[in-house]
């Protein structure tokens, strides 16, 4: 991307959450710089900008807890991130949490990384020469943006104003979707009968005041936003937690009134295990020893493709294995003992029968090794994540064959690895396992299933080979999924009527058979591409709408790991300013 002949010395980021927050810093960072040319002015957008941005906003319920440790986020590149640019402070969420007395080891609120996210903001106008750079903040909503694919863009915002650019990023994040079929069907049920359905949606977009007097609730999804939905259910109704040493849980339910009972499950059935209670200080990362990097670049370049049963599996339990009888732990170094524990109910959720029981007691065994912490549960969880990233760099290269994504990496070892890796805090865990005790929770196990009874005018859910239940209500706990035909962002919309943008695709080796995925296309990681392969080189597209091209979009950013966060946010401002003319071409 180059310059314009009479460049207007103006760009825009649009979003103001962790992605868009970090390409202004690094804006600013570049404006320090002698190599810097002029004046320019950058306009950031979004409705709750200085804020933190619709996930992190700082004025949520502090019941909504991030599920990383303090000292795992950070806005400002270190030396893992071979930065270009001057990197002049070096202030992580816990240096900045440490006042309010959170260790590095602690969860925070997302609403106190909202906070985090404001400084940030707050540090880089302070650092900006406004004869070099103009910050200036839209508290509005972007709708469009227009412009030839390598000329000045148009920005049309909420408010009626529109702002000429020399360039455009959009850091736009998590967005709304339309229903998908299966989930319209259950909202026309809802209507016709009376009953309650609550659609796939970010926690702050939940209604979840309209559960109180139902009788129960089917909820789907064991993850993190079912965790959510636990903390921002006990605050509608004004629920606490009270500490009780005789209960497994280690607490005690006193309702507030309203509470439905939830029956709670999903197609795998794995409940996402908390995280470990680490004490003072983060143990330091595995180093794979058998699934190495070396490793990983011998499997991406088999011609027939990568076969994830046949080629990786034996690999990650030999990795299990060596890291458990080195540390002393031979009992569970076994891999009948590893296969168990990694999947409770089989790679397929296959082992039915006493779903509610055997869920329960997964729960509670993880609970009583992350709180302990078990160092052998500590170890297992850094194998684990060490593997995750092992095997997300063979998906990402393309090495595994279209079969085995379907039927072994989205079939079931994503959800095994972040039913470790990703789960909530010890807290969390507690909570569910009381209002279990307390018979407002109940597991349906493995392959969960919600059918609409018209005669009963109810949900009928059932989990494998359970009995019934007859539900007055559903709550979808997850998110809507990257998928930009069902997005409803005015702004995507309008690119799609112009065909200004198309869905992107990945190839897998052996076929090299293409599947269509929900995200962007975008060339050279960032322009958008049109229907017509136009590429619109004007535009930069950071995030989760472009995970295909860029994944690992919703991983925050960790100090020491090199995080594609704050590199993509260093490559794209970068780009900001040439095309502004404020730097010259490299």
């Known amino acids: 991307m180059t310059a314009a002949i009479d460049p207007v010395r103006t760009v825009a980021v649009i979003g103001a959450g962790p992605r868009g927050t970090a390409i202004v810093e690094r804006l600013v960072a570049a404006s320090n710089c002698p190599a810097w040319r002029g004046a320019l002015t950058v306009h950031l957008i979004d409705p709750l900008v200085g804020r933190g941005g619709a996930v992190w906003r700082h004025d949520q319920p502090e019941v909504l807890l991030m599920n990383t440790t303090t000292c795992q986020t950070t806005m400002y590149p270190d030396e893992s991130c071979h930065a270009v640019l001057p990197a002049p402070h070096a202030r992580t969420l816990a240096d900045h949490l440490a006042g309010e007395g959170l260790r590095p080891t602690d969860f925070a609120s997302r609403a106190a990384h909202g906070r985090y996210l404001a400084h940030v903001l707050e540090i880089a106008e302070a650092d900006a020469d406004p004869e070099r750079l103009r910050i200036v903040q839209h508290a509005a909503e972007a709708v469009d943006v227009t412009g030839e694919a390598d000329g000045p863009q148009r920005v049309r915002l909420s408010d009626g104003r529109v702002l000429r650019a020399d360039a455009v990023a959009l850091a736009l994040g998590h967005l709304p979707t339309a229903l998908g079929p299966r989930s319209q069907q259950l909202a026309d049920a809802a209507e016709r009968h009376g009953l309650v359905h609550l659609g796939p949606a970010s926690p702050l977009a939940v209604d979840y005041a309209a559960l109180l007097g139902r009788e129960a609730v089917a909820v789907q999804g064991m993850g993190l936003n079912f965790y959510d939905a636990i903390g921002m259910l006990t605050e509608v109704t004004g629920g606490r937690f009270e500490r009780d040493g005789s209960a497994p849980s280690g607490l005690r339910y006193v309702p507030g009134g309203g509470e439905p009972v939830l029956v709670v499950g999903s197609r795998s059935g794995m ?94 065994g993880a609970l009583r090794a992350a709180a302990e912490p078990d160092p052998a549960w500590v170890l297992i969880y850094r194998v684990l994540i060490a593997l995750r990233i092992q095997v997300n760099r063979l998906t990402d290269l393309g090495a595994y064959t279209t079969e085995s994504v379907r039927r072994d990496i989205d079939g079931h070892l994503r959800n095994a690895f972040a039913s470790w890796a990703s789960g909530p805090p010890v807290l969390r865990a507690r909570q569910v396992l009381a209002l279990e005790e307390a018979g407002l929770v109940r597991f349906t196990g493995p392959h969960m299933h919600v059918d609409i009874d018209d005669e009963a005018r109810r949900y009928a859910v059932r989990g494998g080979e359970e009995p019934v239940t007859l539900c007055d209500g559903v709550l979808e706990a997850h998110l809507p999924p990257v998928d930009l035909p069902a997005y409803r962002s005015a702004l995507l919309g309008a690119w799609r009527e112009r065909g200004e943008v198309q869905k992107d695709s990945w190839a897998s080796r052996g076929t090299r058979r293409r599947m269509l995925t929900g995200s962007i296309a975008v060339d050279g990681l960032y322009a958008p591409v049109g229907a017509d392969d136009t590429v619109y080189e004007r535009r930069l597209l950071v995030g989760v709408p472009v995970s295909t091209a860029q994944p690992g979009s919703s991983i925050t950013a960790e100090p020491g790991t090199s995080p594609q966060l704050l590199r993509h946010a260093e490559a794209v401002a970068l780009r900001l300013a040439r095309a502004g003319g404020a730097l010259g071409e490299e």
């Open 271 to 364: 409940v996402y295990r908390p995280k470990p209670d680490l004490g003072e200080r983060m143990p330091e990362p595995w180093t794979p020893q058998v699934l190495t990097g070396e490793r990983v670049l011998e499997l991406a370049v088999r011609p027939a493709g990568v076969d994830h049963e046949r080629d990786v599996m034996a690999l990650m339990l030999a990795e299990l294995r060596l890291a458990l009888r080195g540390a002393g732990h031979a009992e569970l170094a076994e891999d009948e003992a590893l296969l168990r524990m990694l999947f409770p109910f089989g790679r397929r959720g296959d082992l039915l029968g006493d779903g509610h029981r055997r869920t329960r007691d997964v729960l509670r």
